[in-house]
């Protein structure tokens, strides 16, 4: 079983819609990251999670350390939110080694 | 937020010629860098941990000779493809960590091909 599990795989949303991505781990961890990857393969750090909850603009993220469990929503989505959205979480075993999830690819109709 | 630069972003070689890739951090100071490869719809692969003035640490299953790995100042590191084959082809993604938080920056990635 991996340390990181995300949900869904894929996902296809109408534009405007809100869309929530899941992530759950299963070990200790000291922060969480949500990472977004565009088609050229680029990689943006989104937001970086250790408690509660974080917004930029239309995203939010969340995280339940109790339940080992994140989510990443994304309101009034867009066809440019279309993207590999990755959970990467550093385990308190490992001092700055990130663990990845296998990634969701959402895309967004126009 | 911080940068971390690659270059180049494309890189066609031929078998056997070494390719060299650079990873900047812009505007922070870099202590530890990360090397990962990433094969088509597949998550990314941590290849090796380098840390400014001391040598890499390769992760199980990757050649320290075939991947030579040089972070020489807290804002340069460097990847090496030495010898390189075909199956060597991939997106090579660094990123980049200062001291402190836990925050970690990736670079745009690097596309290389092995004809």
């Known amino acids: 079983k991996n340390e990181v599990e995300q949900s869904p795989q894929n996902l296809t949303a109408q534009e405007g819609e809100f869309i929530t991505i899941n992530c759950s781990y299963s070990?200790?961890?000291?922060?969480l990251h949500w990472l977004q990857q565009h088609p050229g393969g680029g990689i943006v750090s989104l937001f970086m999670l250790s408690s509660g909850k974080k917004k930029h603009g239309r995203l939010i993220a969340t995280i339940n350390i109790q339940e080992k469990h994140s989510s990443l929503h994304i309101t009034a989505s867009h066809p440019r939110d279309s993207a590999v959205y990755i959970c990467?979480?550093?385990?308190?075993?490992?001092?700055?080694?990130?663990?990845f999830g296998s990634g969701t690819q959402l895309t967004v109709l126009p | 937020g911080a940068v971390v630069s690659q270059h180049p972003s494309r890189v066609i070689c031929k078998s056997g010629t070494s390719v060299k890739i650079e990873c900047r951090s812009l505007d922070f100071q870099a202590t530890t860098m990360f090397w990962y490869r990433q094969f088509p719809k597949q998550s990314l692969m941590l290849m090796a941990t380098s840390n400014e003035g001391s040598k890499a640490t390769y992760e199980q299953g990757v050649e320290k000779d075939k991947f030579l790995i040089n972070h020489a100042s807290l804002t340069l590191s460097t990847l090496t493809v030495t010898s390189a084959h075909p199956e060597d082809s991939s997106f090579y993604i660094c990123s980049a960590r200062p001291e402190q938080p836990y925050e970690q920056y990736f670079g745009p990635g690097t596309r290389l091909t092995v004809t």
């Open positions: 070990v200790g961890i000291s922060a």
């Open positions: 990467a979480v550093l385990l308190t075993s490992s001092a700055r080694q990130l663990t």
